[in-house]
């Protein structure tokens, strides 16, 4: 194939963070993106992706965009900031403040935050624009693209899979087209899967985790699969006992079937990345007193990669009841929960550097929680691409990492940086040979049926979250209670006039 023939390149940036509830500094978060972006790279990546967990307290999560927007603006204070170098950054209305705590509130304890610095003042153009946010209770995605007519045809979907079938635990999908000129300036198109999820927590929790999963792959649905197929709704999508190997490879030829699987996560035609707190662990019990945790020394025999092999998602992965045919770059770094912070004498202030930051950026002295195992939670994972789509058409990865430590989280950010292909998706979709010899590949057979409720219920549990969101507001406030109390003392009275 000559040169100016062959398939641009996507150069994409997913990052996933477990936020602790609290507003991020942005000018800290900025100056860890900025490292993160030079990784392996001399420019910007064209998309960037954040996934977050717990982004806000729950009660703002439920009640919806009115108090989420402020969490999602944070990060685009970050992206923004980042996005310039370093002398190109805010130079003035910078005043000292204490980091907020993990509920969002202002804490003035020397004792528990080192001084940062806000700033009054962003760059007032960026490479970026904010193409979209969407949030699913406390779960929530953000995209940016430095070429906003790149993106089209977006759509977006959700679940909860917390108490209750509630978005304190969840899942939110986004959908778009991408489109880039080759070399000859011919317009390339391909369809991108991004999913941020928050999984179950707690050591003993795995069955529970790949019950999540199961959920995402059943549930996580572009569209309401009713209306696809009317009174045919009620009838299940078959699990892959349920058919023989035969009828499996003839999936592309069954278009009621192919309708459904078009509207998953699994999308045959669909790039698919997933990132987030996915929660598994090294161990189903918590630690004892004298478990010895990793460590860091690489000559050491308890060194943190070592434990790599007790990895639960690993595990789990192989033995297809997660994740399923997902990939994922080699980690290198360290576990990424959970942390402990301490804050060491005299490291109570730092003064600006000649840029507007602070020297160091905040670093944070940690250790590992005593009470937790050590785990690599927080990940970033992909589909890659059939071998029958052609040679030179892999998706590649340019860094794999985690982000320093930020006080406000017991969780490290983690990012994945890919060269993706743009590839059609009629060219991305396994052909019938592929899908006639790997017919375990979740783009030729769901690992989970449909759920062809999903819509329904999750509309139904929306209503009680904001329910149930603006009675918690209204519980953690005096001001909040006599507003109640006034409310529903106005509407007694009203009731009672109308009954004389």
């Known amino acids: 194939m000559a040169d100016d023939d062959k398939t641009p390149f996507l150069d994409v940036f997913i990052l996933t963070f477990n936020a602790g509830k609290a507003h991020i500094n942005p000018l800290i978060f900025a100056h860890h993106l900025r490292n993160a972006f030079a990784q392996n790279a001399t420019d910007l990546p064209e998309l960037v992706v ?219 035609g669909s790039h698919l990345f997933v990132a987030g707190d996915l929660n598994y662990r090294i161990s189903k019990t918590s630690p004892t007193p004298n478990s010895v945790f990793p460590a860091f020394n690489p000559k050491s025999p308890v060194f943190y990669r070592n434990y790599l092999n007790l990895d639960q998602l690993t595990r789990e992965k192989a033995a297809g009841r997660t994740l399923h045919g997902l990939s994922e770059p080699p980690i290198s770094f360290p576990p990424t929960y959970k942390l402990d912070f301490k804050i060491e004498a005299g490291d109570d202030v730092r003064s600006l550097s000649h840029n507007g930051f602070p020297p160091a950026h905040d670093v944070v002295f940690w250790k590992w929680a005593s009470h937790r195992w050590p785990g690599w939670c927080d990940r970033v994972l992909y589909l890659d691409i059939p071998s029958s789509t052609g040679p030179d058409m892999a998706i590649s990865t340019i860094a794999y990492d985690a982000l320093p430590p930020v006080r406000t989280s017991d969780h490290r950010a983690v990012f994945l940086r890919l060269s993706v292909p743009v590839i059609e998706p009629s060219i991305l979709a396994p052909s019938p040979e592929f899908c006639a010899s790997n017919s375990d590949d979740p783009r030729v057979t769901l690992p989970y049926p449909v759920d062809f409720e999903a819509w329904d219920h999750r509309a139904r549990v929306k209503k009680w979250e904001w329910i149930i969101g603006w009675s918690m507001l209204v519980s953690q406030s005096k001001q909040g209670i006599a507003v109640f109390a006034i409310l529903v003392s106005v509407g007694i009275g009203a009731w009672w006039l109308r009954a004389q």
């Open 50 to 268: 954040i996934c977050l967990q717990e982004m806000a307290p729950l009660e703002h999560s439920f009640i919806g965009s009115y108090m989420i927007n402020p969490y999602f603006q944070s990060w685009v204070s970050a992206i923004n900031l980042a996005a310039h170098p370093p002398d190109d950054g805010p130079s003035h209305n910078q005043e000292a403040y204490r980091p907020e705590s993990r509920d969002g509130s202002q804490d003035g304890s020397q004792d528990e935050f080192q001084y940062a610095y806000r700033t009054q003042g962003e760059p007032r153009h960026s490479p970026y624009t904010l193409m979209t946010t969407r949030h699913v209770g406390m779960t929530g995605i953000l995209i940016f693209s430095r070429d906003p007519s790149a993106l089209d045809k977006l759509k977006s979907t959700e679940v909860g899979f917390g108490a209750g079938d509630m978005a304190n635990k969840g899942a939110v999908g986004l959908r778009m087209l991408f489109s880039k000129e080759d070399a000859k300036g011919r317009k390339r198109q391909t369809e991108l899967t991004f999913v941020g999820t928050h999984l179950a927590a707690q050591e003993w929790n795995l069955e529970k985790r790949n019950k999540n999963w199961e959920s995402i792959v059943s549930g996580l649905l572009f569209e309401n699969p009713r209306k696809l197929h009317g009174d045919k709704s009620t009838q299940p999508t078959p699990r892959r006992s349920d058919r023989d190997d035969e009828s499996q490879a003839l999936l592309s030829q069954d278009p009621n079937e192919k309708q459904l699987h078009d509207i998953t996560i699994y999308k045959p």
